[in-house]
Nanobody, 123 residues
Framework: QVQLAESGGGLVQAGGSLRLSCAAS????????MGWFRQAPGKERAFVAA????????PYGDSVKGRFTISRDNTKNTVHLQMNSLKPEDTAVYYC????????????????WGQGTQVTVSS
């Protein structure tokens, strides 16, 4: 049974930082591209970042480029999202997702999803 477990969310002031983690189990992690998506109240789920199998390609959504960094550790089956210079508009539930093979910015093609972790940025 595949499980993706996010952690690290919370409440932070604008300008602050948070580091999200996603621990994967039940799959061959090194065969899966990983992605982070977010969904704010009343909005559609949006692409945040993704990372390919060996970690050398990491596209970002335009709104987070230069502030967020995605990374993965294939020895620990984990993916991280370092979020710096947080803004109130970053407030959302953040989801980790896994896709077999090539990464994508499109959420419908991901195979597995975590339950999400809430990130709230106060002004």
């Amino acid at each position: 049974q595949v499980q993706l477990a996010e952690s690290g969310g919370g409440l932070v002031q604008a300008g602050g930082s948070l580091r999200l983690s996603c621990a994967a189990s039940g799959l061959t992690f090194s065969r899966y591209a990983m992605g982070w998506f977010r969904q704010a109240p009343g909005k559609e789920r949006a692409f945040v970042a993704a990372i390919n199998l060996n970690g050398d390609y990491t596209p970002y959504g335009d709104s987070v480029k230069g502030r967020f960094t995605i990374s993965r550790d294939n020895t620990k089956n984990t993916v991280h999202l370092q979020m710096n210079s947080l803004k109130p508009e970053d407030t959302a539930v953040y989801y980790c997702a896994a896709k077999l093979g090539v990464l994508s910015r499109q959420s419908p093609v991901y195979d597995y999803w975590g339950q999400g972790t809430q990130v709230t940025v106060s002004s």
